[in-house]
């Protein structure tokens, strides 16, 4: 999610928790700025998820990003940082590790039905210490069950660890609009084409052309989340027209940009 024209980022701090009041606990919080959150881990599961605005998650596996109807799921103990668009309403969740149990051991973006969604605002109304043993607890069980059920959906981009792909994608992250080629980069880097291929291949899983065109989808969402047009978004993300960009959106997410934020 790199920075936009003249927006400014602010810092945001990690809640200072040394374990949780129960063990399901909601955290509200308004985001007027684009915000960032250093490198930090927690003890206990994390779902971080926003009514509004898109949040990214960045492990040393790649970046998760999660618009409204999706959120990232954070193991116990995984280094991360976050970083939100302008305007964002988070509804974080804090899972003790005893409930659980059935989670995945890696980050992943989940998709937000419409009846979890609804639970997640509800529960994060709650008083910090409600009754585990009463309706309250109840509705915090409702949320685990929803969450166990949530389907994976794929919005990561895998992160390469190669020094000369990372330059890569620090230059890509800055300017995903740029169209230097892979054979551009191998002039600039001193390594063959086809070494470069292969190392994307390896430390990605993706060719290069995917993973551009990954890196550039994902970093046009908080954009048009706030409902900029597709066709400003297009171009400032690298595409010579809109319909260009509409079908690569589509092949990427199977819908279209309106479609998707519905």
Known sequence: MPPKGHDKTVRRSVPGLSSLPRP???RTESLPNRALTRRHSHPWVQLSYAISGVLEIQTSVGRFVAPPQRAVWIPAGVPHRVFSSPHTEMRSLYLDCSV???AAERCQVLEVSSL????????SELPVEYAVDGPDGRLAQVVLDQLAAAPQVDLMLPLPHDPRLRQIYRSLNLRPEQQTTLGDWSQKLGVSEKTLSRLFLRDTGLTFRAWRQRLRLLSALPALEQGERVTD????????????????????FESTPGEFFR
């Open 100 to 102: 659980t149990a059935w």
């Open 116 to 123: 979890l969604r609804e639970l997640i605002r509800s529960f």
């Open 233 to 252: 978004v297009a171009l400032g993300c690298g595409y010579e027209s809109t319909s260009a960009f509409i079908n690569a959106f589509r092949q990427q």
């Open 24 to 26: 399901v606990y909601g």
